[in-house]
Each structure stands twice: as C-alpha cells, then as structure tokens.
C-alpha cells in the first residue's frame, strides 16, 4: 500500500515526465502500470537527480541505446543516428528536466526540495544502490515502439 | 542544455548564433562587443548562470546587454536571486520554441 508520501509525490513524477516529454521530445508517453518496489530494469542508459529537503531520494530515468538516441534527436533536431555522441547529455538534461519540474509540483504539494545536479551512467550491467531506502517505484512509459523508465526513490531523513 | 538551446534558436529563426560551453567562455564572447543577446542556462560547469551574469553586468560592454536565463528553478525566491544577478528575463524548464520567442522578443522590444 502506497504511503501518503508516495501517493502525493507518484502522480507529480508521471506529470512531469509527460509534460517534459511533451514539450521538448515532443513526444507523448503512455504510462503504465505503477511498480512498487520494482527491480530498475535492464537499460543502457540511466539519468540520475537527487533531492534533499523535505524529502530525501532521487530520481532516475531509464533507456535503451536505440530509445536514448531518439530522444537526443528529437532535442537536438538530428538524426537518430547522428545522436550517439550526444545521448548522455540528452538523458542528463532530461533527467534535471523531469527532477526540476517535479521539484515545483511537490512545492505546489508543501514539499521543500533542493536538486543536485545530474549524473548519467551507461553500461550494459549496472544497478544503483541507495541507503536508508524507504521505497523505491518504477513508472514505465511506452515512447512509440521503445520503453522508458522513471523511478522515484525516497530515503529516510 | 546549450545544443538544445542552440536548436530551438534555430528554430524560431535566429542564424547568427556563437556557442559558449560555460560562463568564462561566455564572458570572452561577450567582451568582443559583438554579442547582441545572451540566453544562458542557470547550471554551467566552471562559472554558473548567476556567476557569470554578475561578471557580465560589471562590464562596460555588456551593462545593458538582454539576458534571458533558462532554469528549472523556478521557486520565487531563486527568480529573485537570478534577476538580482542582472537576469531581465527567465524561461522556466521544460519550455518550448515559441515561449522562447516571446521572451526575447520582449526583451527586445524594451
């Protein structure tokens, strides 16, 4: 059962991803099923964004080469192709995009939260660890034929 | 955030456009005198949006100069701090190409 924490903050995360995607990837997202406690996926990419403040934990963003490259070309207005070079810092700015404007909404919400700058991670196996973890949840978003992850960690304070 | 910067001002129709990959950067670009706007992002390795703003306002060339900054801050008290900084204008992360637009055509018009 999802803490009060978690309801309030969930929602806010799947708005911000829709409306950063919307905006600058022009692209819609199509959310599924919310994973409590899910396994980050397998992925070859992984943006990462973490708060501190009223809350405590991070947010990441998962995709594949193939899905990360079609993002980076969506922003940067080039071809998939050409995109390669350019992906980590197209993941990692979208990462802060989606931290940024969840960090508004959770202000809307009474949240006080202050965001680091992103990491981007790539590699074929690779899983991120926190401590003090108190729930981890997995939003999956169907990006046309490609899959895309959010993951909202919250800490302990 | 400065390619994607780059391609929307492609986009809404500006071709003259010089890249800076930081604050110090920009500073040398703005002291050649042949800047005429600056859109800067707030988060920049080595000089930030705010450091470099500040630097940019004690200079003869660049006192006047429009600058819009590009942020996902958006609480009051950081937009405060920002135009404090000599920011005239901010666009609020995510944003599209025509907000981007409007912002500096008001700037412009000034």
């Known amino acids: ?157 | 955030m400065r390619k994607i910067i780059a391609n929307t001002l492609k986009k809404i129709g500006c071709e003259d456009i010089v890249e800076a990959g930081n604050g110090a950067e920009g500073l040398q670009q703005v002291g050649t005198g042949a800047i005429d706007f600056v859109v800067t992002d707030w988060n920049m390795p080595v000089m930030n949006g705010l450091e470099f703003v500040r630097e940019l306002r004690g200079l003869q060339t660049s006192a006047t100069l429009p600058v819009l900054m590009v942020t996902t801050n958006a609480e009051s008290s950081d937009i405060a701090g920002a135009k404090e900084a000599g920011v005239n204008d901010y666009v609020v992360k995510p944003f599209t190409a025509e907000t981007l637009k409007e912002k500096m055509s008001a700037l412009l018009a000034r």
């Open chain 1, 1 to 157: 059962m999802a803490t009060a924490t978690e309801s309030t903050a969930v929602p806010r995360l799947i708005e911000s991803t829709l409306e950063v995607f919307e905006t600058m990837v022009f692209s819609t997202l199509v959310p599924g099923p919310v994973r409590a406690d899910a396994q980050p996926p397998a992925a070859s990419v992984m943006g990462a964004v973490r708060f501190l403040g009223s809350l405590s934990g991070a947010v990441s963003f998962y995709a594949s080469d193939d899905a990360g490259c079609r993002i980076a070309a969506q922003l940067l207005g080039i071809e998939p192709q050409e995109a390669g070079e350019q992906m980590a810092d197209a993941v990692g700015e979208i990462t802060n995009m989606i931290a940024g404007t969840f960090r508004g909404r959770m202000a809307q919400a009474g949240e006080t939260l202050m965001i680091t700058t992103p990491t981007v991670t790539r590699g074929s196996d690779f899983r991120a660890h926190y401590f003090n973890v108190t729930s981890r949840t997995l939003v999956p978003f169907a990006m046309g034929d490609h899959q895309v992850f959010v993951e909202l960690v919250l800490q302990a304070a």
